[in-house]
């Protein structure tokens, strides 16, 4: 008799849900070799352009709704730890808006997924090594004036380096790294008891900190010895729901991560994104967000509006990849690793066949086949005489203007630094 395995039911719980966790992931693979290739040819180059100073543009991932787009980010992310990648994953939605850089860059420093250790930042930075030829190539470049680093990362990286032995600094310090405030002061008394000459130390905006941020992290990771750091964009088409002005500035934050804005690129940081096949089609050829753009800011704002385009152009580009519709071969593949999971996990075997395999009635997305073998079995274990009759329903996204999502229920992040004691 077999054995459950909790982990093996947890992956048919979360495959039940619609919502495949990392394990379900890995059981399953996937059947989308032409995006893997693609992905994998994009990671082989990330290193050697992050070393040029240059960023590899981004990838988007476009399919039906059910059609697996979230279960292939996720093998995505299988894929890119194996290649000694450091990733992170945002979910696009009201907490997490595309057009708002730092709390995206909060989401993906929280979400910090490393290919040996549990994850998040303080997990990188614990691999810096101060003797290192990396670190120094890291302080080297930060310090360096024409790569366009804030004084505050200059200062923060001596520190660090410098007072090891001061815990609380370091994670004051660290904690900075991952979003928090910069406390301005503190820095300029410590750079003072050290007799280090204080550089421009000034208070920013949150928001302005945000992509310098994507752009110094994206650095540490390659001093801590990762490849590069993925940064996964899941449901991009939920921009739909928002304003035209929200719209606006997602086109231009996607233009910024996707490495589409020369002057501010992100060296070592590779975006790959997911969305509806009808995103494209509802905001450019149904409310005309590009002559609406123009219109806008085509004599208020040429430089925003440069900006807007890039992230629109990109989301029309060649960098849009299409999810393949499944062989039969594939459905049935599928099914049998579904089915093998199930087996272990309840020690109880499925009855075969599968009608829904074999293509009778309409056509199905994958998440509906998974979740109606699942569903089967579920009620043929618990009553085997019971014959089960299912039905689905087609499912749309809802892309529909939203203004409630605009309204976050989290609390505003102050954009001052908190006051400190004066500095003599």
């Known amino acids: 008799m077999l054995t459950t395995s909790l982990a093996d039911r947890r992956s048919v719980e979360a495959l039940r849900a619609g919502v495949p966790n990392r394990s379900a992931v890995r059981e399953l693979g996937t059947d989308q070799k032409a995006i893997e290739a693609k992905f994998l040819d994009a990671l082989s180059q990330v290193a050697a352009e992050r070393s040029a100073g240059r960023q590899l543009q981004g990838l988007l991932i476009e399919g039906e709704f059910g059609t697996g787009k979230s279960h292939l980010l996720e093998w995505l992310q299988h894929v890119s730890l194996e290649a000694g990648f450091a990733c992170s994953k945002v979910v696009i939605g009201k907490e997490t808006p595309l057009g708002d850089l730092h709390k995206l860059y909060r989401a993906a420093s929280e979400s910090l997924t490393l290919p040996d250790r549990l994850g998040g930042l303080p997990e990188v930075v614990e691999r810096l090594r101060l003797d290192s030829n990396a670190f120094t190539d890291l302080y080297g470049l930060v310090r360096d004036p024409d790569s366009r680093f804030d004084p505050l990362f200059q200062a923060t990286l001596l520190l660090y380096e410098k007072l090891q032995h001061d815990t609380e600094l370091i994670d004051r310090i660290v904690a900075f790294w991952s979003g928090d405030r910069p406390a301005v002061n503190e820095l300029k008394k410590q750079l003072r008891l050290i007799g280090h000459p204080r550089p421009d130390l000034r208070s920013r905006r949150i928001a302005e900190l945000a992509l310098p941020r994507f752009r110094f992290v994206a650095q540490l990771v390659a001093a801590a010895g990762y490849t590069g750091w993925v940064l996964r964009l899941d449901e991009v088409e939920l921009v739909a729901n928002l304003s035209l ?5 997602s086109y231009a934050t996607l233009a910024a991560l996707a490495g589409r804005l020369r002057p501010r690129t992100i060296p070592g940081l590779f975006v790959v994104g997911a969305m509806t096949a009808e995103f494209t089609g509802v905001v450019f050829e149904q409310r005309h967000d590009r002559e609406k753009a123009l219109q806008r800011w085509g004599e208020r704002d040429p430089d925003f509006l440069a900006e807007v385009e890039a992230g629109m152009e990109f989301l029309g580009s060649r960098r849009r990849v299409q999810i393949q519709k499944r062989s039969p071969e594939a459905v049935r593949a599928t099914f049998d690793r579904v089915r093998s999971l199930y087996e272990r996990a309840y020690g109880w075997t499925p009855p075969l066949p599968e009608p829904s395999v074999d293509g009778a009635g309409p056509p199905r997305s ?49 954009d001052s630094e908190e006051p400190g004691p004066p500095v003599a």
Do not use: F, G, N
Request: a negative charge; glycine letters at 0%; hydrophobic letters at 35%.
């Open 245 to 249: 002005t929200a719209r606006e500035k």
């Open 366 to 414: 994958m998440r509906q086949h998974v979740r109606d073998w699942i569903t089967r079995w579920d009620l043929v274990r618990l009553d085997p005489a019971y014959v089960a009759d299912i039905e689905t329903q087609q499912v749309a996204p809802d892309l529909a203007e939203r203004p409630d999502l605009e309204l976050s229920d989290e609390p505003a992040e102050s």
